[in-house]
């Protein structure tokens, strides 16, 4: 039971420990990008129309709906106003991946502008999705599927399930337009790292010149600019190689991110502790590190070896005080505090009081 109590504590304090493995290779294309190779935002403004009952009825709306069965050919008169139900302002997005080429299908979302009630049952017209740049670069159309549900009764009730302003149509729009990439130009292609470091910089253009001397070259903590063929077949063949190439990146920066919203709170593997005193609720905490030999029997195969041994002493009195060694790791520190049943606002507490105090060995981050 008491075993079972302790498990409990460690969820209910919502503290997770981030633990990082050292010794362990990563592909260069699941660290990096290529500058460059990158996807395109694209939007447009549409009408989604055979909604029942569910649409709107607004001045842009109708304005639009005019210019529609304008482009038809059809012309209403100015004074009449049409009312529309069934039809809804819409905005749609979607990105357009890189490479993407005239004829291929990407998929889209679509969101009410008004005050339609919901979209499910519609049907996207013909609709152009432009860059940043003003040019058209896809052309959407279809049947929208609407994850969302909402029910309104006589008496104003209302029930509203997900979102059903808010549709998708994979596949519904047909690129137009290629983007230009400058993945061939010049003598050179750019690895960005995800994350900046100069030391996972540094480790990538030695893997990389290992396997064909003086080819790249670290710029900055982001960049390596690495020298590739000029010819498209052989540039992608030399980038396959290259991307799959393994290498050990180094351990992030010691952080704590603190989550004040829900509670969690991420501690990285290398944050340690100096020497300090805590005052806080109604306990005493004393932690201690020790090293112990462990031998084998007599007769017995195996080894001697030397294991950590953490002794957490908990006393509930008067003192309120957490002692604790320098250099112990805040693994430790949890491990006391999940210990007394503490909450997610105490370790938040303590962990600003360390740092304020310069005892805390790490950034700490509150999101």
Do not use: W
């Not at 699941?30 to 935002?41: F, P």
């Not at 509203?160 to 290629?178: D, F, H, L, Q, S």
């Not at 396997?211 to 540039?235: C, E, L, N, Q």
Request: with cysteine.
């Amino acid at each position: 039971m008491n075993k079972f109590i302790k498990i409990c504590s460690v969820v209910l304090t919502s503290v997770v420990l981030l633990s990082i493995q050292s010794a362990h290779s990563q592909r260069i294309k699941d660290l990096a990008d290529v500058q460059g190779v990158r996807s395109n935002q694209l939007i447009g403004y549409g009408l989604v129309v055979g909604l029942p009952g569910t649409g709107e009825q607004s001045p842009f709306t109708e304005q639009s709906f005019k210019t529609m069965l304008s482009n038809f050919g059809i012309s209403m008169p100015a004074n009449l106003k049409p009312k529309i139900k069934n039809v809804a302002a819409v905005a749609v997005h979607a990105d357009l991946p890189a490479f993407a080429k005239p004829g291929q299908k990407i998929d889209i979302t679509i969101s009410s502008m008004g005050s339609a009630q919901s979209l499910r049952g519609g049907t996207l017209l013909q609709t152009i999705l432009m860059g940043i740049d003003g040019n058209a670069y896809a052309v959407a159309q279809g049947s929208l599927v609407v994850s969302g549900l909402g029910a309104e009764g006589l008496d104003g009730s209302k029930i509203v399930i997900n979102t059903p302003t808010v549709g998708r149509i994979a596949n519904g729009a047909t690129v137009e337009r290629e983007v230009k990439s400058p993945f061939m130009s010049g003598d050179h292609i750019t690895l960005n790292l995800r994350n900046s470091d100069f030391t996972t910089a540094k480790r990538m253009s030695d893997t990389i010149n290992d396997f064909i001397a003086g080819t790249a070259r670290a710029v900055d903590a982001t960049s390596i600019k690495v020298t590739a063929p000029r010819d498209a077949a052989d540039r992608v063949s030399f980038l396959s190689m290259i991307e799959n190439l393994e290498f050990e990146p180094d351990s992030p920066a010691a952080k704590v991110i603190v989550n004040s919203r829900t509670g969690t709170i991420v501690i990285g593997a290398d944050v340690r502790l100096l020497a300090a005193a805590i005052t806080h609720g109604g306990i005493t905490v004393t932690i201690n590190e020790q090293q112990e030999v462990s031998q084998p029997d007599a007769f017995a195969d195996g080894e001697t070896e030397v294991t950590d041994n953490s002794i957490i002493d908990v006393n509930k009195d008067d003192s309120r005080m957490f002692v604790f060694n320098p250099g112990v790791s805040l693994d430790t520190l949890v491990r006391a505090i999940n210990e007394v049943g503490a909450g997610p606002g105490d370790v938040m507490a303590i962990l600003e009081a360390l740092e304020q105090a310069g005892a805390l060995r790490g950034e700490l981050i509150i999101i």
